[in-house]
């Protein structure tokens, strides 16, 4: 079965209907155990995409990094950043959707219209539309899906200097085998989310 690729489709029907800006936005971290969400706005410039664009799940950590240097040089990018306290005290999902009004408002460029990864609408000053596995449809929300793991992922990567013994680095505060037995062991780190059941360690979204 061939998997199909996100395209610029949604993007030109809105510009069509008389929309100057699109948006994309996206957001990683929901499923891991420790760490923040961190959300990414997205909108690119229609004579200028870079080629290659996709899901960042379905890209090798070296084709996202080479990716997000390209669409950091020709986009304009929002994040937002939802910290692990945010998380336990609002709940997972409460606290992405802020993350990703976050990122809009970041936006250097005020966009038209925001397509959303995912089910929900998020509570910002422009429309959105929510697209079911947007980062597989829609061309920005695929660049936004690639921001936000490369800044989640270098978060980590530093979480592991600051806090080393849990191996951040290598599994990004999902719940790994390792990372459980290593907090069974030491305890849990300043970063460790306050839940009561690991999420497995497929979900990385």
């Known amino acids: 079965m061939e998997i199909s690729k996100p395209t610029f489709n949604l993007e030109t029907e809105a510009l069509r209907r008389g929309l100057k800006t699109i948006a994309g936005c996206d957001e990683v971290g929901r499923g891991a155990i420790a760490g923040p969400v961190v959300a990414a706005a997205v909108?690119?410039?229609?004579?200028?995409?870079?080629?290659?664009?996709?899901?960042?799940?379905?890209?090798?950590p070296s084709r996202r990094q080479a990716l997000f240097q390209l669409i950091k040089a020709t986009s304009a990018i929002g994040i937002g950043f939802a910290s692990h306290h945010r998380v336990d005290r609002d709940n997972v999902l409460q606290a992405s959707l802020w993350a990703l009004a976050r990122a809009v408002q970041h936006l250097p460029i005020r966009p038209d219209l925001v397509l959303v990864d995912g089910p929900?609408?998020?509570?910002?000053?422009?429309?959105?539309?929510?697209?079911?596995?947007?980062?597989?449809?829609?061309?920005?929300?695929?660049?936004?899906?690639?921001?936000?793991?490369?800044?989640?992922d270098r978060f980590m990567e530093n979480s592991s200097r600051v806090h080393p013994g849990y191996n951040f680095q290598q599994h990004k505060g999902y719940g790994t085998k390792h990372h459980l037995r290593r907090i069974e062991e030491i305890g849990p780190s300043p970063i460790h989310r306050n839940i009561r059941r690991a999420i497995p360690a497929d979900d990385q979204a």
């Open 120 to 152: 929900f609408d998020i509570e910002c000053l422009v429309p959105t539309r929510p697209i079911i596995r947007g980062d597989q449809v829609s061309l920005s929300v695929a660049a936004a899906s690639i921001i936000a793991k490369v800044v989640r």
């Open 43 to 60: 909108i690119l410039d229609p004579l200028n995409t870079p080629s290659g664009i996709d899901d960042s799940k379905r890209l090798s």
